[in-house]
């Protein structure tokens, strides 16, 4: 398939009046069409030239070409200390012979005796250059070179040297590799269905275009979903799946140095762990089962077995019909859940110092990482406090209301009010991150630990907001088998499909209480993104199941 057919062509912007900015315009196109046929006609001398040498005629045949399968095998082993990574290829290596691997991200041919081609590994590049020199680089070599499909994987050998500019098409500006040897690995197929460059283009670049008369390829989300493994090689993307695992990183680290246990819940149950209809229903050798919503029941199972302070990273499914920026179908939940000496309030405690040192973590550990995401997705750095700001549900109501939204009585804040609420808190306490408390019980789930004060309109629970979008939601937990079985009842959930779960309270359990966040959102929001499916690899929503 070609590109053309799976990607938006932005439309070109009405002509101008102005007879001089026509002809500018005439004029960059004339340029631009004359520089097409001089690369087409040096690749037609090229081609003429080369057409009647062989690899048989050429006796530096061995030192390019495609390495047969056999060699792929894991036929030898080698000393992989004997390769370089182009991140460390720096100016103090000139004159030291390398060996890298990547994929050619650009290739331009330059006469019949010379080619340049741009090597990428893991976000980083370096520009090679292959020239013909008796013994070493045929003229068969750089028609190899030449022939390579964007997005193929090789093997350079070579020597560093500085140029006496820095080359500004490549992350390494200083350094380029003069080639000796060539060897493609793998062939990337001509024609790719999404270009790399055009997927990495952001929404400024392509309305400065618009601007100046030019026209570039958009490529819409749904057509980057479809060919995710291209569309992942953009170097933002490659930024939000490191910062993704940064998240995850500071998040373990941070709960073990805190005396928190790893745990891994089964995701296949009998019952709703949520309550409410929106579950995966499946057969389980002939029983009604379900994919869980959260671990939440066994995370606290788990504190009945006197683990103490426990978490887990690791899937959640909602079966919700949710088609919104940041709902998906399958997520990745960072759960939390421990024992609590006399409130909840330690509970948030928990979540202030994680996520200020999980924020201090991305500041600090991820700068390239965020610079590549903020030059496609341009984004402010997250405010946030040393110590996080904590509101009241009813605090937040009123903020509301000063500024005539209002809020159903007992009810629960819609997308609308948490984000106006977010502005309001963003401008009078200078923080976008921000925890809101006592919610009302009615929209809390059935586990959650009513108010001392008013049982049976408030409860024990908290939600937590980044840029006025709420990813985290926790509280005190009930431990008493009987109101548990009662508020089961009451959210419509069949007791005798979590009766295990609500035995184990009977058996003497502790005061605790834990939260929820999605990996997806805190990433999203972090790195002020517009569409949750920017950070899930491959996403799952009611339309998605593939690829």
């Known amino acids: ?62 030192n390019y070409g495609d390495i047969p399968l056999v060699e792929l095998q894991s036929k030898t082993p080698v000393d992989v200390n004997n390769w370089s990574r182009i991140e460390t290829l720096v100016p103090s290596l000139k004159g030291q012979q ?37 013994d070493i680089v045929s003229i068969q070599m750089v028609k190899f070179a030449a022939s390579l499909s964007r997005e193929s994987i090789v093997d350079v050998e070579g020597e560093i040297s500085v140029p006496d500019a820095a080359i500004k098409a490549a ?53 980057r979903l479809n060919f995710r493994v291209l569309d992942l090689r953009t170097p933002a993307n490659q ?10 990183n500071a998040f373990r680290q941070f709960l073990l140095s805190e005396g928190f246990v790893e745990i891994h819940t089964p995701k296949l149950i009998a019952g709703s762990s949520e309550g409410g209809a929106a579950v995966f229903r499946l057969d389980y050798k002939g029983q009604p089962a379900c994919l869980a919503q959260s671990p939440q029941l ?32 399958e997520f990745t939940g960072l759960d939390i859940e421990m024992e609590i000496k006399k409130h909840y309030f330690e509970v948030m405690d928990v979540v202030d110092r994680l996520f200020v040192t999980l924020f201090d973590s991305l500041n600090q550990n991820c700068k390239k990482e965020l610079e590549a995401v903020r030059k496609q997705y341009p984004f402010e750095p997250l405010k946030y406090l040393r110590k996080t700001l904590r509101l009241t549900y009813e605090e937040g109501v009123q903020m509301l209301k000063e500024v005539g939204i209002e809020i159903e009585p007992f009810g629960d804040l819609n997308t609308e009010a948490e984000r106006k609420l977010g502005q309001l808190v963003a401008e009078k306490y200078g923080t976008e991150f921000y925890i809101l408390y006592r919610y009302p019980l009615a929209i809390r789930p059935f586990y959650t630990m009513p108010c001392y004060d008013n049982p049976e309109e408030y409860s024990n629970s908290f939600d937590v907001f980044i840029r006025g979008e709420e990813i985290i939601s926790g509280a005190q937990r009930v431990h008493k088998p009987d109101l548990l079985e009662k508020r089961a009842e009451a959210w419509g959930i069949d007791v005798k499909t979590i009766s295990t779960y609500i035995d184990s309270f009977r ?15 805190v990433v ?18 009611p339309l998605r199941l593939a690829p």
Request: aromatic fraction near 6%; charge should be positive; include cysteine.
């Open 1 to 62: 398939m070609s590109s053309s057919e799976t990607q938006e062509q932005v439309p070109p912007p009405s002509q101008p009046d102005n007879a001089a900015a026509i002809s500018k315009k005439a004029a960059k196109k004339e340029a631009a069409k004359q520089e097409k046929l001089r690369r087409k006609q040096e690749l037609a001398a090229l081609s003429a030239t080369t057409s009647n040498l062989s690899v048989e005629d050429d006796p530096l045949a061995a």
């Open 98 to 134: 390398v060996l890298i691997r990547g994929r050619v991200q650009t290739i331009r041919p330059v006469g019949k005796k010379m080619a340049f081609l741009v090597i990428r590994e893991n976000g980083y590049t370096v520009q090679c250059l292959v020239q013909v020199q008796p």
């Open 171 to 223: 992350t390494q500006q200083n350094v380029e590799v003069q080639v000796r040897k060539l060897y493609c690995v793998s062939r990337a197929v001509p024609n790719l269905p999404i270009n790399i460059e055009d997927a990495a283009r952001s929404e400024v670049e392509i309305e400065k275009a618009l601007q100046e008369g030019e026209q570039f390829v958009r490529v819409n989300q749904d057509t």
């Open 239 to 248: 930024g939000i799946f490191r910062i993704q695992s940064q998240v995850g």
């Open 298 to 329: 066994h995370k606290q199972m788990s504190l009945c077995g006197d683990l103490g302070r426990v978490f887990e990273i690791g899937p959640v499914f909602r079966a919700e019909d949710s088609y919104t920026h940041r709902h998906l179908c």
């Open 507 to 521: 058996y003497g359990a502790p005061l605790h209480g834990g939260f929820g966040v999605g990996l997806e959102r």
């Open 524 to 541: 999203m929001l972090f790195c002020g993104l517009n569409n949750i499916r920017k950070t899930s690899l491959f996403p799952r929503d």
